[in-house]
């Protein structure tokens, strides 16, 4: 199975703030690499496809990149809506792993 | 508007049996490949088990193979998983989701809102 490790696991930052999330595979999965974000007692949201195709819907500050092994979730400015827990998820292999999760609090 | 309604959760004595269902509108189902994610209080997210359109493909994590059971009646735009000897550990929230694609290529666009599984004595 391919590791998921996202870092950091938790984040402090304040409204404004450009923060930058990292997700990292343990074997190449190519840019199938998904983020999605959660709010407390929601389901998750997906933000970011195929590494960095922002879905419709989903606010132009958040942008994602990366190939191969190493991925990054960037908001450029937080917005207050912002604070939730981050997931990547590899859907190169079966079974399609999510990292651990990212919380990211005010 | 794409809708998913999970049911068939509650309370389950170890070593019993679930089925849980997902309802589904808004989208031409019986074209999309679906999964079943798992959350354990307090965790992250599980991917369980996905299925394609027509149903003839099924994959699953390793760890609930033989145990969970994943399948959808198109004619009742439907799914469901099987839980078969449910143990403490699968004590979870667990969400159906539509995939977008072929199996995995590019994540789960649309979520169920969960259905809570205890497995309890």
């Known amino acids: 199975d391919v590791q998921m490790t996202q870092s950091p696991s938790s984040l402090s930052a304040s409204v404004g703030d450009r923060v930058t999330i990292t997700c990292r595979a343990s074997?190449?999965?190519?840019?199938?690499l998904n983020w999605y974000q959660q709010k407390a007692g929601k389901a998750p949201k997906l933000l970011i496809n195929?590494?960095?195709t922002l879905q419709s819907g989903a606010p132009s500050r958040f942008s994602g990149s990366g190939s191969g092994t190493y991925f990054t979730l960037t908001i450029s400015s937080l917005q207050p809506e912002d604070f939730a827990t981050y997931y990547c998820?590899?859907?190169?292999?079966?079974?399609?792993?999510f990292g651990q999760g990212t919380r990211l609090e005010i | 508007e794409v809708q998913l309604v999970e049911s068939g959760g509650g309370l389950v004595q170890p070593g019993r049996s679930l089925r849980l269902s997902c309802a589904a509108s808004?989208?031409?189902?019986?074209?999309?490949?679906m999964s079943w994610v798992r959350q354990a209080p307090g965790k992250g997210l599980e991917w369980v088990a996905d299925i394609k359109g027509d149903g003839s493909e099924k994959y699953y994590v390793d760890s609930l193979k033989g145990r969970f059971t994943i399948s959808r009646d198109n004619a009742k735009n439907s799914l469901y998983l099987q839980m078969n000897s449910l143990r403490v550990e699968d004590t979870a929230v667990y969400y159906c989701a539509r995939d977008l694609g072929g199996s995995g290529d590019f994540g789960s666009a649309s979520w169920g809102q969960g259905v809570r599984v205890t497995v309890s004595s």
């Open positions: 195929a590494a960095s």
């Open positions: 074997q190449s999965i190519s840019t199938y």
């Open positions: 998820q590899e859907t190169y292999n079966i079974p399609y792993t």
């Open positions: 808004g989208f031409t189902f019986s074209s999309s490949w």
